[in-house]
């Protein structure tokens, strides 16, 4: 039988969701803690590969089990896992269905601090110099992105995929001043590696006046990489939602 699990957690101390030799991650402690409570080596496909220091708030992930899970599976998972991972749903679903593969729609939120907050330093990104952006050109650079189809400039080199296509649906800004923040909201069905830090430094790069808006839309027209590229930190960047056609 195959369960879809709908999970948070803070990536501040990972490596990122796929699992490596070298590092803790979130997909290794994930399949750990299901070996233990099901006492058999379980695999964990995830939704997506989150970079190393990013967060997820609504992440998916599937596994197979032999037998039915029992009434204590869920309490007993969150006591194995630890204080930054939280499994907040388990649901059977059938077969073949695929936490990567059937996800149409993905959301992303990067939150960019205006002030230094040491209770939001792992989640957002404090910029000193947030004063002089100009949100105006920010949000030029959000408001390009929904008439393109291939993100070429916004992905990170070596990342080996096939295609920069991407189908994105919905991008922009919101300024918090009561909460001294600043939102960065994207939808698309799927991203590049490093895509939406590399945007978010693109709206940086614009509203600092480091780099013209045109120059944005030149390197999307062009499908060519920025000449000053800029990937923002991964601490403010956090998946928010994926979605399912059942």
């Avoid at 957690?9 to 979130?26: E, F």
């Avoid at 295609?163 to 300024?175: G, K, N, P, T, V």
């Avoid at 009561?178 to 960065?184: G, M, N, Q, S, W």
Wanted: hydrophobic share 40%.
């Amino acid at each position: 039988m195959r369960y879809f699990l709908t999970l948070s957690y803070l990536g501040t101390r990972y490596g990122g969701w796929q699992v490596q030799p070298n590092a803790p991650t979130v997909q290794a402690t994930l399949e750990s803690a299901l070996a233990t409570i099901l006492r058999q080596e379980t695999g964990v496909t995830g939704c997506g590969r989150t970079d190393a220091g990013v967060h997820a708030r609504n992440y998916i992930a599937h596994f197979d089990a032999t037998a039915e899970l029992p009434a204590t599976f869920l309490a007993g998972l969150n006591s194995l896992l630890p204080e930054d991972m939280a499994v907040w749903s388990c649901r059977q679903v059938h077969d073949d269905a695929h936490a990567r593969f059937d996800a149409f729609e993905r959301s992303y939120e990067y939150h960019i601090s205006l002030r230094k907050d040491p209770f939001t330093r792992e989640t957002a990104w404090f910029y000193p110099q947030n004063s002089r952006l100009d949100m105006g050109k920010m949000q030029e650079v959000a408001d390009l992105l929904p008439g393109y189809g291939a993100f070429f400039p916004f992905c990170k080199t070596d990342s080996g995929v096939d295609h920069y296509e991407c189908a994105l649906r919905h991008a922009h800004w919101e300024h918090r001043p009561d909460e001294h923040k600043l939102i960065f909201y994207i939808t698309a069905n799927r991203f590049l590696r490093g895509m939406v830090r590399l945007i978010v430094g693109a709206a940086i790069q614009a509203g600092s006046g480091k780099v013209l808006v045109s120059d944005i839309r030149e390197a999307l027209d062009r499908q060519q990489a920025l000449n000053r590229s800029l990937s923002v930190p991964p601490q403010g960047l956090c998946l928010t939602s994926v979605k399912y056609p059942y």
